[in-house]
């Protein structure tokens, strides 16, 4: 018998205690946490655009090293029990009732509790159900099969891991997932496999239109050169950055395009003393275009963003 492991009594399946399948499986749940943000940020980070504002996300890098030991094991809690173990139930009554193997059971009604989670999230916050469904059927695998790898070996050995056992695995586990996903994935970033994120190049007639942004602000483009604004957000004309940066204009003016920081830009000159002369920065996408600016602090910066309407 290896360190760390103890006889117990087991259910033909293989399957113990309902307290030793949903620590194992918030083990499991837990180790894939960290890869899995962790490639959630390389892709987010890559593909998107930052409005260069703040570390791109390093910062959210270095809290996860200094918190994951105590954050980790309540998530994959979470996990476990509100989507692996629903599903587990779920599978162990169709593997009952119908053929097959337990585990593909426990896939297949994973997949479809994280597509009732993904309904939920869609209806409650607006997220997108195709993506939380294919992410929550993502991260229900491995827990899955190893609670089945789990069961296979009490079935064979009679041998099921201690609790804390199962949680040191987890570690081991997740270190080694979160630098598989370092080798693979800066390779496909250098490669190119990871598409990086290109703001849009709009030309001048694109440019012209409405653009508002959440606060009520309104800049209207016209296609000769003349702009309107209510509520818009410009650079005070003070200067300073502190207390505050900003001063909101209605009234009149002209625009052009221009370049900021490297970046095709907007450059709004306002009449009337309201503000000085502020670049618009493109970003956005080809069909969702957006217009932002970063006042104040650039490691702290106030980001405002105008999307067109159609």
Known sequence: MGRGEIQQAHRP??????????????????????????????????????????????????CLFLF????????????AAAHIGPAGALARLAANRLR??????HLLCATAVGAVWAALTAVLWGRPFIHTAAAAAALG?????????????????????RAWSVWLRSALLSA?????????????????????????????ERLAGVWRGEDGA??????????????????????????????????????????????DAV????????????????GGTEHEPELFVLFGDPDAADLRILKRTS
Not at 68 to 79: D, K
Not at 179 to 203: D, N, Q, R, S
């Open 218 to 263: 309104v800049l209207r483009l016209h296609s000769g050169g003349g702009a309107q604004v209510s509520k818009l957000p410009t650079q005070s004309e003070s200067g300073d950055w502190y207390p505050d940066p900003i001063d909101m204009c209605d009234g009149t003016g002209s625009w052009s395009p221009g370049e900021q920081g490297g970046r």
């Open 141 to 161: 695998v491995l827990p899955v099969l190893g609670l089945a790898y789990g069961r296979g070996r009490a079935r064979e050995t009679g041998q099921v891991w």
């Open 13 to 62: 399946d293989g399957s113990t205690t309902a307290f030793a399948e949903l620590n194992a499986a918030a083990a499991l749940a837990a180790a894939q946490l960290p890869a899995a943000w962790l490639l959630w940020w390389v892709v987010e980070v890559t593909g998107s655009d930052d409005y260069g504002i703040g570390y791109g996300g390093a910062f959210g890098l270095v």
């Open 100 to 105: 097959g193997p337990r585990w593909a059971w």
């Open 176 to 204: 080694a997932l979160f630098m598989l996903v370092i080798v693979v994935a800066v390779p496909a970033t250098v490669m190119g496999l990871i598409e990086e994120y290109e703001p849009p190049k709009l030309p001048a």
């Open 267 to 282: 450059l709004v000159r306002l009449d009337g003393g309201c503000g000085r002369d502020t670049y618009w920065t493109i």
């Open 68 to 79: 994951a030991p105590l954050i980790l094991p309540v998530l994959g809690l979470l996990h």
